[in-house]
Nanobody, 115 residues
């Protein structure tokens, strides 16, 4: 299993970023995928999940209405569109998959929201 996140960077408050997660080594279209973030000095925080077909999505109350999770099963890629970013969204963002009760993570991509 390999998960490779990209798309992070430095953005001003109110700005937007689109994160991507390229997946390989498993049947991507069969699994729920999630985004989890970790801010400096804090524990991991679940952000959003999407079902295997992409038709059902779930969001943390902290990001609901601002972030949109999606997937392209033909490209084995997970996305997170982040709009109206706030300084408190600053964190390393990871994509995650749970396969047979084992969690797999990518290396993460840093998102910094600052003026």
């Amino acid at each position: 299993v390999q998960l490779v996140e990209s798309g992070g960077g430095l953005v001003q408050p109110g700005g937007s970023l689109r994160l991507s997660c390229a997946a390989s080594g498993f049947t991507f279209e069969s699994y729920v995928m999630s985004w989890v973030r970790q801010a400096p000095g804090k524990g991991p925080e679940w952000v959003s999940s999407i079902d295997s077909g992409g038709g059902v999505t779930y969001y943390s109350d902290l990001v609901k209405g601002r972030f949109t999770i999606s997937r392209d099963n033909a490209k084995n890629t997970l996305y997170l569109q982040m709009n109206s970013l706030k300084p408190e969204d600053t964190a390393v963002y990871y994509c995650n998959v749970n396969i047979l009760s084992r969690h797999y993570w990518g290396q993460g991509t840093q998102v910094t929201v600052s003026s």
